[in-house]
């Protein structure tokens, strides 16, 4: 019998499609998920892909909206959270069939199955802290009530006004929180700031004001993330009839903007994990695009110093091609508004002497 999801009075419960009836609701979506699958799987069934998405996280399989059903900003935060928890989730698996493989092909590893086991124990206790993770962004939420009893201290930009117990009254005056209760600063709202803040009306803020608000907040998330962000000058060709532009994502052994260099090898397997678990486009790393408005469709590593065009490229370097059919979106990179791939990833930063 199919089954699917709903979120009812905080929980996720199983229900049957046929007649809407409630099997079980549990505390997280995860262990509705594998609820579901245990069903299933006593029909002698797999649920497909398509099924997954469709059934366990409709949120997803909203037609050109990669976050749909939300309707508030808090909302909305806590799905991007969870999707990036999910990008993690994926490096540490990609990380493990890599590492799994290499121990398999080793000739200087007798006891394969001990170390495949211990590689294991290490996977299922890096995913144990992610299931933490993910079930905290799911009971997270910055309500109206919540933001009221922050400091003022937890807010960007404060206007003006009377203070009542070290904050400021009207509550209306206080915008961008960035600090929860405990003072610790969440990144998605860090995140989130950067991209409302041009777009404020807020009293007293002038356009210095906004650039100098958004210049902070970048600076907290650098300062306060380990997540890291790489934009590369855009060498682009455009092939105007098929709408394709031709550009570097990222160059070896070259500093980027934060003074960070990248090996050739940490960019192939950034490239092979891009298509691997994601293939996904987005503007400024703020909202996912539709499937439809920028589509990767060529990627390779460049196996030789080489010309292309007038353009060099050294050996080792990201080279993609995207189609953009969207015309706003080809628009702004005909008229050179888009100038470069920036890739976002997760990476420890290890101290180097320049020579």
Same mark, same amino acid.
């Given at each position: 019998?199919?089954?699917?999801?709903?979120?009812?009075?905080?929980?996720?419960?199983?229900?049957?499609?046929?007649?809407?009836?409630?099997?079980?609701?549990?505390?997280? !979506?995860?262990?509705?998920?594998?609820?579901?699958?245990?069903?299933?799987?006593?029909?002698?069934?797999?649920?497909?892909?398509?099924?997954?998405?469709?059934?366990?996280?409709?949120?997803?399989?909203?037609?050109?909206?990669?976050?749909? =059903?939300?309707?508030?900003?808090?909302?909305?935060?806590?799905?991007?959270?969870? !999707?990036?928890?999910?990008?993690?989730?994926?490096?540490?698996?990609?990380?493990?069939? #890599?590492?799994?493989?290499?121990?398999?092909?080793?000739?200087?590893?007798?006891?394969?199955?001990?170390?495949?086991?211990?590689?294991?124990?290490?996977?299922?206790?890096?995913?144990?802290?992610?299931?933490?993770?993910?079930?905290?962004?799911?009971?997270?939420?910055?309500? #109206?009530?919540?933001?009221?009893?922050?400091?003022?201290?937890?807010?960007?930009?404060?206007?003006?006004?009377?203070?009542?117990?070290?904050?400021?009254?009207?509550?209306?005056?206080?915008?961008?929180?960035? !600090?929860?209760?405990? =003072?610790?600063?969440?990144?998605?709202?860090? !995140?989130?700031?950067?991209?409302?803040?041009?777009?404020?009306?807020?009293?007293?803020?002038?356009?210095?004001?906004?650039?100098?608000?958004?210049?902070?907040?970048?600076?907290?998330?650098?300062?306060?993330?380990?997540?890291?962000?790489? #934009?590369?000058?855009?060498?682009?060709?455009?092939?105007?009839?098929?709408?394709?532009?031709?550009?570097?994502?990222?160059?070896?052994?070259?500093?980027?903007?934060?003074?960070?260099?990248?090996?050739?090898?940490?960019?192939?397997?950034?490239?092979?994990?891009?298509?691997?678990?994601?293939?996904?486009?987005?503007?400024?790393?703020?909202?996912?695009?539709?499937?439809?408005?920028?589509?990767?469709?060529?990627?390779?590593?460049?196996?030789?110093?080489?010309?292309?065009?007038?353009?060099?490229?050294?050996?080792?370097?990201?080279?993609?091609?995207?189609?953009?059919?969207?015309?706003?979106?080809?628009?702004?990179?005909?008229?050179?508004?888009?100038?470069?791939?920036?890739?976002?990833?997760?990476?420890?930063?290890?101290?180097?002497?320049?020579?």
């Amino acid at each position: 019998m199919p089954w699917k999801i709903e979120q009812h009075d905080g929980e996720f419960c199983v229900m049957k499609e046929e007649d809407g009836s409630t099997v079980k609701c549990h505390k997280t !979506r995860g262990e509705a998920v594998n609820h579901m699958k245990a069903l299933y799987a006593a029909e002698g069934k797999d649920m497909t892909e398509k099924e997954m998405i469709e059934k366990c996280y409709p949120e997803m399989a909203q037609p050109y909206s990669p976050y749909g =059903g939300a309707t508030t900003f808090d909302e909305l935060e806590a799905m991007r959270e969870a !999707r990036e928890s999910m990008y993690k989730i994926h490096d540490v698996v990609y990380d493990f069939d #890599t590492l799994s493989g290499n121990i398999m092909a080793s000739m200087f590893i007798e006891n394969k199955a001990v170390a495949l086991k211990k590689l294991a124990q290490e996977l299922v206790s890096r995913l144990d802290m992610f299931e933490g993770e993910l079930v905290e962004v799911e009971k997270k939420e910055w309500d #109206t009530a919540y933001k009221n009893d922050l400091p003022d201290d937890s807010f960007l930009y404060v206007e003006p006004g009377e203070k009542e117990d070290g904050k400021t009254t009207p509550r209306t005056k206080r915008h961008f929180p960035y !600090r929860d209760k405990s =003072g610790k600063v969440d990144l998605p709202h860090v !995140r989130n700031a950067i991209a409302r803040i041009p777009q404020s009306n807020a009293p007293g803020l002038t356009a210095e004001k906004k650039e100098s608000l958004q210049n902070k907040a970048r600076k907290i998330l650098e300062e306060h993330s380990t997540e890291k962000t790489w #934009t590369v000058e855009l060498t682009k060709a455009l092939d105007e009839d098929r709408r394709l532009a031709y550009g570097i994502v990222l160059v070896p052994d070259v500093p980027d903007s934060q003074d960070d260099i990248m090996s050739a090898i940490d960019i192939e397997k950034a490239a092979h994990s891009f298509f691997v678990n994601s293939r996904i486009m987005d503007l400024q790393h703020q909202e996912s695009l539709p499937a439809s408005a920028a589509v990767p469709v060529e990627s390779y590593i460049a196996p030789v110093d080489m010309m292309v065009g007038k353009h060099e490229i050294a050996k080792g370097s990201w080279v993609m091609v995207t189609y953009i059919p969207n015309d706003s979106i080809w628009e702004q990179v005909r008229k050179g508004a888009i100038l470069s791939y920036s890739i976002k990833g997760y990476g420890v930063r290890t101290p180097v002497e320049s020579e």
